[in-house]
């Protein structure tokens, strides 16, 4: 069978389209910024001439430290189209980590945000390696000025295998780790995501999810391949999201549960629902019942997807079925806070047993959720003990313990460490948190396990309000032992707001130190 | 770089997703016959089970003679899942274009309805090797016998530019020519179809295109991927389309401006629009303005596309841009009338002259659409001198003559044979055809060259008037006159249907000879 005609799968190759067919059309805003996709275009291979003009060599790899702008997004094209390697990095985190991600993957140039100026400062004085970095939308303009200078360039990939960006996990445990994405990979992924979101080039997708996150979920290039406009949020702030809302007519946005509650509540949101859907893709955590009644309220649609960095974001989909429409909002939730079925590109996602086999499709035996396919990492980046570790039998294991349903959607029960052992009985905190997120003026909860001497552990509960709502302890008990069984309710509710990562993940191990000390 | 966490491409992947994921969900009608994903995919097990027990081996072709009901599409994926190479024919095609195709592809299995047994008999006879024919539908009841008897089965393809499939040529010149399609190109291409019709599960796709042609553009697999409905349509007959469309809520169908032309001035048709808009994807020929007005007024959403067999249906597509809407509907109609630009697993088209350089994109200057990627064929089964001819470079060449507009548009303005050169001038014939079709009385019209002793060729047109409208050759010629060049105006008039091909595409070879009798 000829190759000579195969063309390699690279999300670059998205905006080579949309700059022709939607060339005049709005690419990108940034502020008050915006320019079209032929713009983009040239910006992109521009950017990518100016790296190969400073030696960047095919290959090597290239850090970015930026908010949620046009810098990390011309990066996710300029970058590969200097067949580099984009090594988008997470701004929360502190210099050492940083500079830990810069040495680990030998990034010799660095695009940096000016408002990130002082951490940069710190993280190369820790690294070893000489860095050649550039800095952009600072007094300088050296970013802007370069890319203007620069020569277009943009190499095509040879090998869909290739190596397309590094993405650092967040390493809860031990250093973080390089996940290894491909350019084979990231169209797949891209392509699904427009296709499951419905993205067009009437689209306006509203940047609340980080671009360092899994590449954005692969929605930096999936929103280009649709030709819609990407609208960037430096800053997630709701007052700031309810304008775009209003003023720029979004249609999509992603994110963690977390961002939902933040626009559900916002006082703006009481103006009434936009008058286009909005269609919310969210994960990291179901959407509880409280947040999908407001939603609806509001004109939005939320999907559940999950997935993890090894697998280019989203994984599965709580594909909806037509039929789930008449159930009542309670019903929708239980459904809706399923992770789902492999979505449009992935293989299906299995649940596992110790030994490696499909646990029964009952909703009751537990397993470990295992997944395969193109959009699965190509490893772990210089470390071949943990990529063997993490996908013993070419089945990547996430860590994340689930049921099969008969109907073959996966519904996460814990992370394996979150299971709550209690009196030799399992109880699975998220069952917990679920009956108590049904509460209607609990906002978010989290439970946790609290060591204790007679039971060896139990259920703590951390739970935020709504605004001007009230509810005591006794009140959350309560509801939850008119729900579930008896032992499964916390022995303590504490009130408050609850301590997340910057992807808007609650931080159990930090509400677990606290546990220990009630 | 791992590839041992990869899966081959497979349009068959398809199905398998949609049977866990929508297993409960109707995936086909047929006549009374309806049945889920569950059962879709059980029986293309079961099929494919069926014929390695008849003793098919991977690679082996197996020829589908059927119209478009559950056989071609239960084919489409138990063939494949047999690892063997489906050859589904032209049921319009005489017995021995239809026994050469079984030669020369070498099938040693055939598939047909019980309604073409008289030509599978002629078509043995003619026929040097043996054949297992197996007929569906008949009496004896062989084909369902054979499938719900066998054992499921289900090879993975190894690599995913394995032959999937032989598409044979309709041949106006020569012998038809087996177009060889891979697992990759048709997953992509059917993805891509999936993503610009919107296909989701609540669609209802209505089987107007034929699914031996182009293999249904590949929406035999796309519609599958959606988990949308398959509405089979043994014969297209516009009243039975009405009903169809009324009674099963079609959302969908693709076809040729003639089946369009069919559906819109059916009596049917005065009931007035469809309740929710059917979307329709047209090709072969530029839709007229007087069917997207008609098109329109019956809520239904007419998109040009363009590709040949040779690039797994669909390459290009008239991709609407939302500023467009604003424009009258003649003006709409000048808009869509063009091929379009490259879809969105395809490369860009190119218009490129005789030296393989690209022309001007100035909507004036004249060269031959170019294709390639990996939806273009992998060439001509066992004609290596017809490959090396049709992609001389890489690029396939296409034989429609066109004109690049400047916004990266490709229209075509002819094919090489339909140039009328008149005086020394050349006239596409496209463009008196769509003078033509501007008068309000016409249907439909084909504009083909005359010999001529003074001019060399003069042009002729043959008009279809829309039903009880009129017109005389004056009226035509004048409205023709008033819009172009009067030297391009017909020098004849003829009035009556046109003659066709199986799907829909004008014999202006048929023309031509008539008008060399005028």
Redesign the interface.
């Known amino acids: ?7 390699p ?1 690279t999300p670059t190759s998205f905006l ?2 949309s700059a ?4 005049d ?1 709005v690419a990108v805003i940034d502020g008050d910024l915006r320019y079209t996709y032929r713009e983009f275009r040239e910006r992109c291979d521009r950017l990518a001439g100016a790296l190969i003009a400073r030696g960047v060599n095919p290959g090597d790899r290239v850090a970015v430290l930026a908010p949620n702008n046009r810098i990390p997004l011309e990066a996710h094209n300029g970058v590969p189209k200097a067949a580099a390697v984009l090594v988008a990095m997470n701004y929360r985190l502190a210099p050492p980590e940083l500079a830990y991600i810069v040495g680990h993957s030998g990034a010799r140039t660095l695009i940096y945000d000016h408002m990130f100026a002082d951490v940069v400062t710190a993280l190369l004085e820790l690294v070893d390696h000489e860095v050649d970095a550039i800095e952009a939308n600072g007094p300088g303009g050296e970013y802007d000025s370069m890319v203007t200078a620069a020569s277009p360039a943009s190499i095509q990939v040879a ?1 869909e ?3 397309l960006a590094l993405n650092y996990t967040s390493g809860t445990t031990g250093q973080p780790k390089g996940v ?1 994405y ?1 350019h ?1 990979g990231a169209y797949l992924n891209a ?1 699904a995501g ?2 499951h979101a ?1 993205l ?3 689209s306006v997708f509203l940047w609340t999810l980080p671009m360092f996150h899994c590449n954005g979920w692969c929605y930096t290039w999936g929103v280009t ?1 649709a ?1 819609a406009t990407h609208l960037c949020l430096p800053h997630v702030d709701a007052g700031e999201i309810w304008r775009l809302i209003r003023e720029e007519g979004v249609t999509h946005f992603n994110g963690a549960p977390t961002v939902l509650t933040m626009v559900a509540y916002d006082p703006a949101a009481d103006e009434g629902p936009v008058p286009r859907t909005i269609e919310i893709a969210t994960g990291g955590a179901p959407p509880s019942p409280a947040i999908l009644e407001r939603m609806a309220e509001l004109n939005m649609n939320v999907t559940h997807l999950y997935g993890l960095t090894e697998t280019y974001g989203p994984a599965t989909i709580c ?1 909806w ?2 039929e789930w429409d008449s159930l009542s909002i309670p019903e929708q939730a239980q459904v809706k806070a399923r992770q789902g ?2 979505w ?2 992935s ?2 996602a299995r649940v596992v047993d110790e030994a490696g086999n499909d646990v029964a499709a009952d909703a009751e035996q537990m397993g470990e959720i295992a997944l ?3 959009t ?1 990492m ?2 772990y980046y210089k470390d071949a003990e943990a990529t063997d570790k993490a ?1 013993p039998d ?1 089945w ?1 294991r996430t860590g994340d313990l689930a049921v099969m349903h008969p ?2 959607y996966v519904e996460i029960r814990d992370r394996s460490k979150d299971i709550i052992i209690s009196g030799g009985e399992n109880i699975a905190s998220i069952e917990v948190e679920q009956a108590i997120a049904g509460h209607p003026a609990v906002l978010e909860v989290a439970v946790i396990a609290r060591p204790d001497d007679k039971w060896g552990e139990v259920p703590v509960a951390y739970v935020g309000l709504k605004p001007s709502a009230t509810a005591t302890e006794a009140d959350i008990i309560d509801h939850v032992r008119e729900r579930i069984a008896h032992y499964k309710a916390p022995k303590a509710v504490v009130f408050g707001e609850l301590p997340k990562t910057s992807t808007g993940k609650v931080q159990k191990y930090v509400l677990r130190d606290r546990a220990a000390q009630l």
Chains 1, 2 share one sequence.
């Open positions: 069978m000829r190759e000579a005609w195969d063309v799968l080579d389209r022709l067919v939607f060339a059309r090998d295998r290739a190596m290894i491909r084979r392509l427009a296709y419905k067009d080039t009437s391949a030709g594909e079925q037509p079925v492999g449009l590109t293989q299906q395969q396919g193109n699965l190509a490893g996908v070419g990547f109907d073959g």
